[in-house]
């Protein structure tokens, strides 16, 4: 079917006009009361405006991105040492909160089950919209009438695995080591699944140029490779590329380092077996070729072929830093042009997505350990992760969003010379409905998950025989008294300079 065929088009921008006028804020819009809450550390105000966003929009096409935020908001409530009011256990996230005052370590532990609990619905969630993808093919095509930041949200390929390896740490916090093993699996997949899911998109993106490439009964085609190639929208373009390269490093296609951190670091610590050790070593081993600078990561994977020969663990403390925040996606404008009914090119302005970096964060954290320092290392820029991300997805993003430009003009233009000669009255509806119309979809799909850091780090060194650490941050320093056992975690969050760091701990290794 041509997308360009414009006989009923008078009635379908009415309609879709009206139905999205209403809704037209894009979600850093949607998102600006939790976002300042969160960038100035009022969390108990952040859990309580994200608690509401992921309740009324549970059942819409915004509900993963809601509980990505909701999760990620719960697991650092469970790092902060603040009162909060405690999840009834059993109980939705976002359903009636219990007051009743609990234990320090019961509220972390409490507030970690919620976070997960969250997350849950947030996997289950996924692989509903998946199935459903499967039997509504078209849905994506739909998205040329409105735009695709009124699409499902289906998570993209670095959430998803970010989603796995929270719920895996989460789990190590609680001590289930079995379930944590279950997540890092589906880790795994989850970045083996997105090069062939983003290879579907761009197919189907450069099949549905191809369709409105050509005229029908008459009616004008479009070209979305002419407007690529048109001067204007490669500059912009050409621009846009130059920020993601700045941001990018060599990373491979949907792999996060950190999460493959994570894993070697599991496997190796609890090994069933010489398949876990192996899995362990060859992870540590990939660490270390995407982090050649981090003298951590080429310890790590010189203690795991050591491990891998039958040398035992010595006592040892990690310390994960959790710095800054992740980039966001800001709206911007790009001029495309459209020929349609006239013989001349005219140009129209398009809103696109665009990757906001924030560079506002804290460096690293010393530690200082039996009189010895140690300075945080980076193992996973966010930064990267998601740029290379969105530079994979960005052909379909650019082809998908010049065709719904394209459909709605060629609408527009076909509609007033439907109406021009119905007397006045017909043409101020039908300009209203396609003014209506394009206020209301020519929307950047600006949804992200912005609790992500932009960095994680971490450091290692023998536990100290008086099990005291004392962590600096931004200029400010917190002791933590270890827990006995043969490996320590401390986990680390800072989301700016200036604001509190939550600190928890936990024991990899009894």
Same mark, same amino acid.
């Given at each position: ?15 879709? #006009?009206?139905?999205?006028?209403? !809704? ?36 819409? =096409? ?35 909160? #219990? ?24 996997? =289950?969630?996924? /692989?509903?919209?998946?199935?459903? +993808?499967?039997?509504?093919? !078209? ?9 695709? &930041?009124?699409? @499902?949200?289906?998570? $993209? ?9 929270? /719920? &895996? ?5 609680? !001590?289930?080591?079995?379930?944590? $093993? ?18 579907? =998109? ?30 204007? /929208?490669?500059?912009?373009? +050409? ?33 069933? #077996? ?36 039958? =040398? ?16 966001? $996606? ?37 530690? &200082?350990?039996? #009189? ?22 960005? @052909?379909?993003?650019?082809? $998908? ?71 600096? /941050? ?37």
């Amino acid at each position: 079917m041509n997308h360009f065929n414009a006989r009923p088009v008078f009635a379908v921008p009415l309609t879709v #006009g009206l139905l999205f006028l209403a !809704g037209c804020q894009n979600y850093t819009q949607q998102s600006a009361g939790f976002s300042q809450a969160w960038r100035t550390a009022n969390l108990p105000l952040a859990a309580a405006e994200i608690g509401k966003k992921a309740a009324s929009h549970d059942d819409d =096409k915004d509900a993963i991105v809601w509980r990505l935020e909701q999760g990620a908001v719960l697991r650092t409530q469970a790092l902060a040492n603040l009162p909060v009011q405690v999840p009834a256990p059993g109980k939705d996230p976002v359903a009636s909160m #219990g007051t009743e005052p609990v234990k320090p370590l019961e509220r972390e532990m409490v507030l970690t089950q919620e976070s997960n609990a969250a997350f849950e619905v947030t996997q =289950k969630k996924i /692989v509903r919209y998946e199935e459903d +993808a499967k039997v509504k093919l !078209g849905s994506e095509t739909g998205a040329l009438l409105t735009s695709q &930041a009124n699409q @499902p949200y289906r998570g $993209r390929a670095y959430d998803r695995v970010m989603l796995h390896t929270y /719920v &895996a740490a989460n789990y190590l916090k609680l !001590g289930e080591t079995d379930k944590a $093993r279950v997540e890092l699996n589906r880790l795994l997949q989850s970045q083996r699944d997105a090069v062939e899911a983003n290879a579907k =998109k761009i197919a189907q993106a450069q099949e549905e140029a191809q369709k409105a490439k050509g005229a029908e009964n008459g009616k004008p085609g479009y070209d979305a490779n002419a407007a690529k190639n048109d001067p204007k /929208v490669s500059s912009s373009v +050409a621009q846009m590329e130059t920020e993601l390269n700045a941001n990018t490093r060599g990373y491979e296609d949907y792999v996060n380092p950190f999460a493959v951190f994570l894993d070697g670091l599991f496997f190796g610590i609890n090994a069933e #077996g010489s398949s876990d050790m192996e899995r362990a070593r060859k992870s540590l081993q990939r660490v270390a070729a995407m982090s050649p600078d981090n003298p951590y990561a080429q310890a790590d994977l010189a203690i795991a072929n050591e491990l891998h020969l039958g =040398k035992s663990f010595d006592k040892t403390t990690y310390v994960i830093f959790e710095t800054g925040s992740a980039p966001s $996606r800001e709206q911007w404008r790009i001029d495309l042009p459209i020929f349609v009914v006239t013989n001349r090119i005219s140009y129209i302005g398009a809103a696109f997505p665009r990757l906001k970096f924030d560079n506002n964060f804290v460096p690293s954290l010393t530690v &200082a350990a039996d #009189g010895a320092s140690y300075t945080t290392a980076l193992v996973s820029s966010m930064d990267s992760v998601i740029a290379q991300d969105f530079k994979n997805e960005w @052909p379909a993003i650019l082809t $998908r969003t010049i065709l719904s430009v394209a459909v709605k003009a060629t609408a527009d233009a076909v509609i007033q010379n439907q109406v021009k000669d119905q007397g006045f009255a017909a043409q101020i509806i039908a300009k209203a409905a396609t003014v209506a119309l394009q206020a209301s979809t020519n929307i950047a799909d600006t949804r992200s998950w912005t609790t992500l850091p932009k960095q994680f780090q971490y450091a290692r060194f023998a536990t100290p025989a008086n099990g005291k650490v004392s962590l600096q /941050v931004g200029g400010t320093s917190q002791e933590v008294q270890l827990v006995p056992g043969l490996v320590n975690l401390i986990w680390v969050k800072n989301v700016a300079p200036g604001l509190p760091s939550y600190v928890s701990q936990s024991l990899l290794k009894p």
